[in-house]
């Protein structure tokens, strides 16, 4: 993992091995840290069901979202999501009445609650919960956008198309994934592409190689 790394111009003080066999079959591995202090994170599950090459490849995968910032740019975007949101609970409130330095939200009994008020917060938490479903698409698209750039750059870093194709099968068959959801499902919720459409990006690289 150590070589991966040092190919790729990221300097790892340690690898950790997660003992998720005692919890689930579900395989992952992940790349965290700032400054010097970077390790890679595996789990025992992935070690066991693919090959050191497979591992290798999905651990590419990790430090492709790190090199192209996309932890920075997930916090980036979480702050505007939050000010965003912010706003929204704000304007709902506003739209409904304006207490003289608060907004209120009136109910049509004639009472009304301030946004300062602790018994809004089950209306704040409503309000959320309505604007973020709606919001999700947004948040999921710029997922699996990142993930498609971390997937480009496995492939490219390894230079071995079918072996990303085979982990990415292994990967599916392990945290049994399901092959056909719904294009709207996927719009909505799905925070990465559909495994068929990852095992296609590297059959098209493929093709491009040969």
Known sequence: MREVAEKAGVKVSKIFQI??????????????????????????????????????????????????????????????????????????????????????????????LTISDIASLPLISAILTVFSFWLSPIENFVSRKFEVTADTYEIGMGGHPEIYIQSMVQLAKDNRSFLFPHPLVTFWYASHPPILERVKLGENFNKEKK
């Open 19 to 112: 003992n998720e066999s005692k919890y689930s079959k579900h395989t992952n591995a992940f790349f965290t840290g700032f400054g010097p202090e970077k390790s890679i994170y595996i789990f025992d599950t992935l070690i066991k069901t693919n090959t050191p090459e497979q591992v290798a490849s999905v651990v590419a995968h990790e430090i492709g979202h790190w090199k192209n910032n996309h932890v920075l740019k997930n916090i980036l975007l979480s702050f505007a999501g939050s000010v965003l949101m912010t706003w929204i609970v704000y304007f709902t409130y506003s739209a409904c009445g304006y207490a003289p330095g608060y907004p209120h939200f009136s109910f049509f009994d004639g009472t009304a």
